[in-house]
Structures are given as C-alpha cells and as structure tokens.
C-alpha cells in the first residue's frame, strides 16, 4: 500500500475525530446514581419531589437542578454540576446543596 502525505493527514484526522466522539459520548452517558455515597450524603433525588423534607427542611417546592447556580446543563435532561465532577445530574433533580441562580 502506498499512502502519501495528504492521506496519511487525513486518516489521522478521521481517527482523532473518532476518538473524541467515543470519548464525549461516554463522559456523557456517566450519571449519578442516588446510592452513590457522595449523593447520599448531599441527598441527591433525580426528581426534586422525592427529596426527603423531614432530612432536608431547606427544601422548597419549585427547586431543583435546572434552577441550581452549580448546574452547568439545559432546562431538561441532564447536564454537569460542580459538585460530581465528570458525571451527571439530572435537571430535575435537587440535592442539599441547591443555591438558587441569581
């Protein structure tokens, strides 16, 4: 096989372009699951209206995730937050930590 300089470019390319897409597409499907010790402990319910009321009084109807200032994500499905670096949380969902967006 003779491969020039201009194929080899474009190989490579089309390789690291496939690469990343594997890599983005596994960040994105890591979510936090609610057994996970961290969301225990912060009370993590990916639907706000489970939260436990009696554990956290703080809690208020209308809060969750989507509304939060540590959510880094879209109103609906699921999107960043500071405090599980490299998983998900669910916009719907609401944790001890809820700090209302200014």
Same mark, same amino acid.
């Given at each position: 096989?003779?491969?020039?300089?201009?194929?080899?470019?474009?190989?490579?390319?089309?390789?690291?372009?496939?690469?990343?897409?594997?890599?983005?597409?596994? /960040?994105?499907?890591?979510?936090? /699951?609610?057994?996970?010790?961290?969301?225990?402990?912060?009370?993590?319910?990916?639907? /706000?209206?489970?939260?436990?009321?009696?554990?956290?009084?703080?809690?208020?109807?209308?809060?969750?995730?989507?509304?939060?200032?540590?959510?880094?994500?879209? /109103?609906?499905?699921?999107?960043?937050?500071?405090?599980?670096?490299?998983?998900?949380?669910?916009?719907?969902?609401?944790?001890?930590a809820y700090a209302?967006?200014?």
């Open positions: 096989m003779n491969m020039n300089r201009r194929t080899f470019v474009i190989h490579s390319l089309v390789g690291t372009a496939a690469l990343a897409a594997a890599t983005l597409t596994r /960040a994105e499907a890591a979510k936090v /699951a609610e057994t996970d010790p961290q969301a225990i402990g912060l009370g993590y319910k990916e639907d /706000a209206t489970k939260a436990d009321k009696a554990k956290f009084p703080k809690y208020a109807a209308g809060q969750h995730c989507g509304n939060c200032q540590l959510y880094q994500g879209g /109103a609906t499905g699921y999107g960043n937050c500071a405090l599980f670096p490299g998983k998900q949380v669910a916009a719907a969902g609401w944790c001890s209302k967006k200014a």
